[in-house]
């Protein structure tokens, strides 16, 4: 099923108030064989954007005039459709809690405005497969910092934690501390493809989207506990 995504145009809304950015955006997209098939300039065009156009993903800044990033990744999100975009928030500092918030909704990961045109691209490809969170180091530091695992409804909506199996709990603090699939699989000694299969079933067991809600899921509940190091996945 990923092969079959990956073969097909990938198209794309850019969401951002500076109009440089937009172009600068557009033209290292379109260099790279990716549709820019729409921009906004504030929330409430990105929300009119993916209802017209369908995109596979949204580039979306995060402080916009009138309505911001945060509240229109809430809006696409829970706008109903059978195949949602995944959202990349923008942002120009590494750590800032409406990603947190952002991610907590629904967003697929999160990019720094002065990212090289290369990660841009493929992180735009990565993020439409759902098949690896973007930059996973930096998403556990923010996770880490803005997580409450010990609010009262935090763990409620994954009771379904207990439906993990012992390998897949321990697929998901290892995904959660920013390891990818092929460390996951060193670490493991599995094949690549088993680690996908663990990562899947987690997904459908917990009804999460990605793996970005994966990672804040592992720290609400307190499977994964706030502070804790990287484990060496050599």
Do not use: C
């Amino acid at each position: 099923m990923t092969d079959d995504v990956e073969q097909q145009p990938l198209r794309v809304v850019v969401a951002d108030d500076q109009a440089l950015v937009r172009i600068g955006f557009r033209l290292i997209l379109e260099s790279e064989g990716i549709e820019v098939v729409a921009e906004a300039e504030d929330g409430e065009q990105a929300v009119a954007a993916v209802r017209r156009s369908r995109p596979d993903v949204v580039l979306m800044d995060i402080r916009m005039p009138g309505l911001d990033g945060l509240e229109a990744t809430r809006r696409i999100l829970a706008a109903p459709s059978p195949q949602p975009p995944r959202i990349i928030m923008l942002t120009t500092f590494d750590l800032d809690h409406y990603v947190y918030a952002a991610m907590a909704a629904g967003a697929s990961g999160f990019l720094l405005k002065d990212v090289t045109p290369e990660h841009l691209a493929a992180a735009v490809r990565l993020v439409r497969t759902g098949d690896a969170l973007l930059a996973p180091a930096i998403t556990r530091r923010l996770v880490e910092r803005f997580a409450r695992p010990t609010a009262p409804d935090a763990a409620a909506p994954h009771r379904e934690l207990a439906t993990l199996t012992p390998r897949e709990l321990e697929v998901m603090g290892l995904l959660a501390r920013g390891l990818s699939n092929a460390e996951l699989a060193a670490r493991l000694q599995l094949s690549e493809a088993t680690v996908k299969t663990h990562v899947a079933r987690i997904l459908g067991k917990l009804g999460l989207r990605d793996r970005a809600q994966v990672v804040v899921a592992a720290y609400e509940t307190g499977l994964v506990s706030v502070g804790a190091a990287a484990p060496d996945p050599r």
